[in-house]
């Protein structure tokens, strides 16, 4: 659209909605005019300017307008606006993850003498489809969301449920690779005829396939190993439904909600990181940093939780951080970062799992890691398009009310 046509879709601000949240907002009001005319063929707009939707607290200005065209939110990713550091602070980081996740096959330590395609790997595999699909699905959600208020709601939609997706891979990794040895978990019993032997990870006895999915069926273990993987899943649907949900209603708490959400989800994947440091004895906190990385792993998830609801440093100087520095570039660094530990973690628990100890309690097979991630994609995409149903349909009402 023209520059005069994305002036008029974004006057579609109605005075009664205005509310301005804070008082520094309030000389903005009436400029009417854009901030800056864009060099990319988009608008940069005040807070005043745009819906009240697209608004966020303490950010005055530097809004694109609802109305871009795929090709000027490409050419947005290289102008100043306030999504510009949102979208590169995920982009790059998928670079930086695969990077970080690539080196557990070609680095250096005692290695799990299997390739990366083997069974072994497939739970590392769904913990990697979930945090380039987090990465990814954010990363574009920042960038697209201009094109239309109903793009930008479903963009939304599709990063909580990634965030969901992220947490199931989560545990996933968690689920085989993290378990105690010692008091609370025994190693399991030498395979008939093969001497428990850990040269061959693709030979694993079918005795151990005590997976989640077998132990769930009635087969063989523990509640918990029947439990822990459905629950996260069930977790990571709700959690998906509420974050969606909070675009509609309480907006007061959004940030809040979306953040306390989030919390049960780690309490609960991090089950077996808590027996682990509980139980495991000696090695397991400190041989290959387990115990260290998961500090640290928490240490940057309460960050960007801080991050995310005191909106610090913007509230403090609104206006100042616009476009560089303010709270959402800093919770998506934090988020990163803690990223980056749990797959430190991770690996060090896969290296502890090749230095000659027994291989897997559970074999993982492609149902019960990459079915499970498919699975979830499914519903998660169904609860996102019956929200993005309900986005277009209630945009269709305001459009037909503003007509009549
Ligand atoms: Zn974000």
Not at 212 to 225: C, D, I, K, P, R
């Amino acid at each position: 659209p023209s520059q005069r046509q994305q002036l008029r879709l974004c006057n579609l601000r109605s005075p009664s909605r205005l509310a301005p949240r804070t008082q520094h907002r309030r000389g903005w009001r009436e400029s009417g005019m854009p901030l800056a005319p864009g060099k990319g063929g988009g608008l940069l707009l005040r807070w005043s300017e745009v819906p009240p939707s697209m608004t966020e607290s303490f950010i005055l200005s530097g809004y694109r307008c609802p109305g871009y065209t795929f090709a000027q939110c490409l050419v947005s990713a290289f102008r100043p606006t306030n999504e510009t550091g949102n979208f590169w602070t995920h982009f790059l980081a998928v670079f930086v993850f695969a990077f970080h996740f690539l080196e557990q096959f070609w680095g250096e330590g005692p290695m799990v003498p299997a390739g990366p395609l083997d069974p072994f790997y497939y739970p590392l595999w769904s913990y990697f489809l979930g945090v380039c699909g987090l990465l990814v699905a954010s990363s574009m959600a920042h960038l697209f969301n201009s094109m239309s208020l109903v793009i930008r709601e479903i963009c939304f939609y599709i990063d909580y449920g990634t965030i969901s997706a992220y947490t199931v891979g989560s545990s996933l990794a968690y689920f085989y690779y993290i378990h105690p040895r010692g008091g609370g978990g025994s190693p399991p019993p030498p395979l008939p005829g093969t001497g428990n032997n850990v040269s061959s990870p693709s030979a694993w006895p079918s005795w151990e396939g005590a997976g989640w999915l077998s132990a769930l069926a009635g087969q063989v273990g523990t509640w918990f190993e029947a439990l822990y993987v459905p629950s996260a899943c069930l977790i990571a649907l709700f959690c998906t439904l509420a974050c969606c949900s909070t675009r509609h209603q309480w907006p007061r708490y959004r940030y809040l909600i979306r953040t306390l959400v989030f919390l049960l989800p780690f309490g609960v994947v991090s089950i077996p990181v808590f027996r682990k440091l509980w139980w495991g004895g000696g090695g397991a906190a400190g041989g290959h940093g387990t115990g260290r990385f998961f500090l640290r792993h928490c240490f940057w998830l309460l960050a960007s939780g801080i991050f995310n609801v005191s909106k610090i440093p913007e509230r403090f100087s609104p206006g100042k951080f616009d476009i560089w520095g303010h709270s959402h570039q800093w919770f998506h660094c934090c988020t990163f970062m803690s990223i980056l530990d749990e797959l430190h973690m991770i690996r060090g628990e896969i290296r502890e799992l090749g230095a000659g100890l027994p291989l897997l309690p559970r074999a993982p097979t492609f149902l019960s890691t990459f079915g499970v991630m498919l699975l979830l994609l499914t519903l998660l995409a169904s609860i996102v398009g019956w929200f993005g149903l309900r986005a277009y349909a209630s945009h269709q009402r305001s459009k037909a009310r503003k007509g009549d």
